[in-house]
Nanobody
Framework: QVQLVESGGGLVQAGDSLRLSCAYS????????MGWFSQAPGKEHKWVAA????????YYADSVKGRFVISRDNTKNTVYLQMNSLKPEDTAVYYC?????????????????WGQGTQVTVSA
């Protein structure tokens, strides 16, 4: 298990930017990827982005491709989600999650550890 703590959410206007941070505890054993998910009120978790631990390859949902960037800083034990050109439909609680072994990014079961989430609200 890995402990994850998100921060950086807030209330912004459409077109603004936010950078979310996910601080993680020391990783022991295998690490496959870190991902970000969003969850709007009354809806299921939706995969947003992921970064592969071994080679830093990044992957994005079509809805955020070209607007969001996932990155990591090993010196700070932190994964980031830079969110640009925000839209009202991006409003959700955002979670970071850690996967020890390969699996589908779309499947929440791939990710065994989750943070508590941070709220992002985008006004029109």
């Amino acid at each position: 298990q890995v402990q994850l703590v998100e921060s950086g959410g807030g209330l912004v206007q459409a077109g603004d930017s936010l950078r979310l941070s996910c601080a993680y505890s020391a990783l022991h054993g295998s690490s496959y990827a870190m991902g970000w998910f969003s969850q709007a009120p009354g809806k299921e978790h939706k995969w947003v982005a992921a970064i592969i631990w071994s080679n830093r390859n990044t992957y994005y949902a079509d809805s955020v491709k070209g607007r969001f960037v996932i990155s990591r800083d090993n010196t700070k034990n932190t994964v980031y989600l830079q969110m640009n050109s925000l839209k009202p439909e991006d409003t959700a609680v955002y979670y970071c999650a850690w996967a020890a072994r390969p699996g589908s990014f779309y499947d929440v079961a791939t990710f065994g550890s989750w943070g508590q989430g941070t709220q992002v609200t985008v006004s029109a």
